[in-house]
């Protein structure tokens, strides 16, 4: 009988196709953006309860003060921000040259507000997707911990800042320390003022 001759079996080497390509670069990048994701969270769940008091209790102060709190400098602002805190919670205002907060009377109403919406949104967001997931059998929406507690963190914040959120009264102040506020009256006094003022200027100049 004559030899059987060896065969060879090429095998050949299937070329990544740009559909594997691109999933395989979609996992790499949701990888390291979930990694990133992980130092980030835990100062954004830090943070989050005291940016949403403060943001909350000063919203209203803060407009009516209008160009003299953000025109103001940096130290400034912090020296008014802190009397907006500690009067508006406890009736002390420890910088007697800057704005003086009143003391603020409990709004329940004011605790349904845009940061505890937000809030109750992430925590709805963490319920929807933690059944998606499961549903389908696969982690597909992701950081449902993360935000369900940043959620929590912005309703507890935001729900304190809206307790004492009360809109500040200008009513014949004039100025409150460096922070001026001008009452409507005042402010068509002088409009009235420099018109005639104007006027006169005019009338000599013919």
Request: glycine letters at 10%.
């Amino acid at each position: 009988m004559a030899p059987r001759k060896k065969t060879r079996t090429v095998q050949r080497r299937r070329n990544p196709t740009r559909t594997s390509r691109l999933r395989s670069r979609a996992r790499k990048s949701a990888k390291k953006g979930f990694s990133i994701g992980k130092k980030i969270f835990p100062i954004a769940k830090n943070l989050a309860a005291p940016v949403a008091f403060i943001e909350q209790i000063s919203a209203k102060h803060r407009q009516t003060l209008g160009t003299a709190y953000t025109q103001a400098p940096i130290g400034q602002k912090f020296k008014i921000l802190s009397n907006i805190i500690t009067g508006s919670t406890t009736g002390l205002n420890f910088f007697k040259d800057e704005f003086q907060a009143p003391l603020s009377q409990l709004k329940i109403n004011n605790i349904f507000n845009k940061w505890t919406t937000a809030g109750l949104g992430m925590i709805g967001y963490s319920i929807i997707a933690k059944q998606a997931n499961k549903a389908l059998g696969n982690n597909i929406m992701p950081a449902i911990s993360p935000v369900k507690s940043i959620g929590k963190q912005l309703i507890v914040g935001g729900a304190l800042g809206g307790l004492f959120d009360d809109k500040p009264t200008t009513t014949n102040t004039v100025s409150q320390g460096t922070a001026n506020i001008m009452p409507q009256s005042a402010m068509q006094s002088m409009y009235t003022q420099g018109f005639q003022g104007n006027d006169s200027t005019l009338s000599g100049m013919n």
